[in-house]
Nanobody, 119 residues
Framework: QVHLVESGGGLVQPGGSLRLSCEASGRFSRLHDMSWYRQAPGKERELVAD???????FVKDSVQGRFTISRDNAKNTVSLQMNKMVPEDTAVYYCNAFVVGVDIRGDYWGQGTQVTVSS
């Protein structure tokens, strides 16, 4: 089995910062793209940021300049640094990774971590 576990969510005031982390564990050969998605109540899940195995990154336009995605291949982790947060950032944030192993090849998801931006 492959498990992705997010951490770092919580309550933050507007203008504050949070850093989300996701660790992949289990038996696999490689982690390819790793991503952060979020889903607010009543809205569709959306891609926030993505980082390739080679380190190339994509960040959603609406969070450009505020969010930064990074990964540590040695630790099988991906992080999302969120700065200057606004109430619209409130959502459940999910970690996603494309995993390749002996008997697996596909996307895996974490269970999500709640992020609430409120005064």
């Amino acid at each position: 089995q492959v498990h992705l576990v997010e951490s770092g969510g919580g309550l933050v005031q507007p203008g504050g910062s949070l850093r989300l982390s996701c660790e992949a564990s289990g038996r696999f050969s490689r982690l390819h793209d790793m991503s952060w998605y979020r889903q607010a109540p009543g809205k569709e899940r959306e891609l926030v940021a993505d980082v390739t195995s080679g380190g190339g990154t994509f960040v959603k336009d609406s969070v450009q300049g505020r969010f930064t995605i990074s990964r540590d291949n040695a630790k099988n982790t991906v992080s999302l640094q969120m700065n200057k947060m606004v109430p619209e950032d409130t959502a459940v944030y999910y970690c996603n990774a494309f995993v390749v192993g002996v008997d697996i090849r596909g996307d895996y998801w974490g269970q999500g971590t709640q992020v609430t931006v409120s005064s």
